[in-house]
C-alpha cells in the first residue's frame, strides 16, 4: 500500500508551529507494511488543497491528513475532499446531537459556524473524537482511503491509535518492518560503528546508527510477513549488540534519560533535588514529566542570582575563589540543595547560556555537579554556542547523563 501524509494548516508553512503530526504517523506506518512516498504541507486556500488532494489521489493508495477540520472558514479539509470525490456533505443527525451535547456540557450553547463538523458525505464516515469538536472522516472510493484526522496532537493521536492504526493493521497485506533502537552513551559516533560494523552484513537486517542529543543511537530493522517473524530476525542481532555495547546501552526506542533516572532512583529508595542557575529550571520540568517523580524527586531551586546561590548554602568562599561560573560552584550548589532539601542525590548547573555580561567563560560555556549520598562530588563542563535555547536543553541531558554515570559507579 502506497501512502502519502497532507499536513494541512497555513500556521505550518508559516513556521508558527511544528508539524510533529506527520512525524508521528510517519513512523508506524512501516510497521503496518504501509510505504510512505510523499509528505506534502498545504496552507489554508481551498483551490491549493483541492489541487494536493487530486495530485495524491492520482498516486496513492491511502492519503492521511491532518488539520483543517475546525469551525472556521480557513478550515477548509472536508470542503477539499467533497471537491476531489464530486460529493455532496450533508449534517449527520447523530453528529449533530454529539456535538451539541459537547458544549451542553459545558454550560454553553453551540456556536452555528460548528455545524460543519457534523458534515459527512456518502463515501465517509465519522471517526469519534472524545478530546475535541472535530470528529476525523474516513473515506473510501474507487480502491483509495483518505483519513482526516485534527491538527491538534493530542486528539490526533489519540484517534490515530484508537480508530485508524486497528483499522489500518487489520487490513495489511504486505511485509512488516519492525525496529529497535538501542541507545549509548560515552562512545563517538565512528567509534560505534566500528564496533557495530562486524553485524552489517547480517542477512534480512538493516543497522543504522544516528548521533542525538542524549548519545549515539543504533537502530536494527527487519521485515517479515509478520511482526513476531520480524523479531525472530531481530532478536539475535539485538543481543549481540548488547554483548558489544554492554553498559554504554541506557535504553531502547521511547526510553528517555529521565525515565531511566526516575527508574533507578525507585530502584535504590533514592531521592534526587537540583539547584539551577542558568537553565531556570528545565532540569525540574523535564525531571517531573515523569508519572511517578514525586516518589523521589524532593524538588528544585532556581538560584539565577549569585546571592541567592549563597543563601541557599553554597560557600561563598567558593564563588569568591572559584568564580560563580565554574565546575567547583557546581559540585558546590548539588552538595548544597542536598543538604537544604534532605535528599540523597543532587544536581547543580552554573554557566553561560549565552549573551550575559562578559566574563572568564565563554558564552555557551556551562558546569555541572553531581553530589552522592557517599560524599561525594563530580563535576562537567560543555562548551556549545549555539543560542540559549539549545545550550538549556544540552546541558539538561548532560546533567541527566553525569547522574547516571555515578549510579553506574555507585552499582560496580
Known amino acids: 500500500m502506497k501512502a502519502e501524509i497532507i499536513a494541512i494548516g497555513t500556521e505550518i508553512l508559516l513556521g508558527e508551529i511544528i508539524d510533529t503530526n506527520s512525524a508521528h504517523i510517519a513512523q508506524q506506518l512501516p510497521e503496518l ?18 489541487e494536493t488532494f487530486e495530485r495524491a489521489w492520482s498516486r496513492s493508495d491511502l492519503i492521511i491528513t491532518t488539520g483543517g477540520l475546525g469551525p472556521t472558514d480557513d478550515d477548509m479539509t472536508r470542503e477539499g475532499i467533497s471537491a476531489v470525490l464530486g460529493e455532496t456533505p450533508t449534517v449527520d443527525p447523530d453528529l449533530e446531537r454529539r456535538l451539541r451535547g ?7 450553547p453551540m456556536p452555528e459556524s460548528n455545524i460543519k463538523q457534523a458534515w459527512l458525505i456518502p463515501s465517509s464516515r465519522a471517526l469519534l473524537n472524545p478530546r475535541g469538536t472535530a470528529p476525523g472522516w474516513w473515506v473510501e472510493k474507487d480502491g483509495r482511503i483518505i483519513v482526516s484526522m485534527p491538527g491538534v496532537p493530542p486528539e490526533m493521536e489519540r484517534m490515530w491509535t484508537n480508530e485508524v492504526r486497528p483499522e489500518l ?15 549509548t552513551v560515552g562512545i563517538g559516533e565512528g567509534t560505534v560503528d566500528e564496533m557495530a ?5 547480517t542477512p534480512d537486517i ?3 546508527t544516528y548521533a542525538r542529543a542524549d548519545g549515539v543511537h543504533l537502530r536494527i530493522g527487519a521485515k517479515g510477513a509478520t511482526r513476531e517473524d520480524a523479531w525472530r530476525r531481530i532478536r539475535p542481532v539485538e543481543q549481540e549488540m548488547e554483548r558489544i555495547f554492554g553498559s554504554a546501552i541506557w535504553g531502547k526506542d521511547g526510553d528517555t534519560l529521565e525515565g531511566y533516572i526516575a527508574d533507578q532512583m525507585h530502584a535504590r529508595g533514592a531521592t534526587l533535588a537540583t539547584m539551577e542557575s542558568c537553565t531556570g529550571g528545565l532540569l525540574s ?16 531551586l532556581i538560584t539565577y542570582q549569585t546571592q541567592h546561590k549563597i543563601d541557599a548554602g553554597v560557600p561563598a568562599e567558593v564563588i569568591e575563589e ?27 548547573i552554573t554557566g553561560l547560556a549565552g549573551g550575559e555580561p562578559p566574563s572568564d567563560s565563554p558564552p555557551g560555556t556551562v558546569h555541572i555537579g553531581v553530589a552522592t549520598p557517599e560524599g561525594t562530588e563530580r563535576s562537567l563542563t560543555i562548551t556549545m554556542n549555539s543560542g540559549r535555547a539549545a545550550v538549556k536543553r544540552r546541558a539538561v541531558t548532560t546533567a541527566l547523563l553525569l547522574l547516571r554515570r555515578a549510579l553506574l559507579d555507585e552499582a560496580r
Open 33 to 50: 507494511g504501509i510505504d510512505l512516498f510523499y509528505k506534502t504541507v498545504v496552507g489554508d486556500n481551498l483551490g491549493r488543497i483541492v
Open 102 to 108: 459537547f458544549f451542553a456540557g459545558r454550560g454553553y
Open 169 to 183: 493493521e487489520r487490513r495489511s497485506d504486505g511485509q512488516v518492518l519492525v525496529t529497535r533502537t538501542l541507545k
Open 197 to 201: 560494523r562486524p553485524l552489517y552484513g
Open 206 to 208: 538493516g543497522i543504522g
Open 285 to 300: 520540568s523535564i525531571l517531573t514529566d515523569v508519572p511517578g517523580a514525586s516518589e523521589y524527586y524532593k524538588g528544585g
Open 322 to 348: 572559584f568564580g560563580v561560573y565554574s565546575p567547583e560552584t557546581a559540585k558546590a550548589m548539588a552538595r548544597a540543595v542536598c543538604n537544604r532539601l534532605g535528599s540523597d542525590y543532587g544536581i547543580g
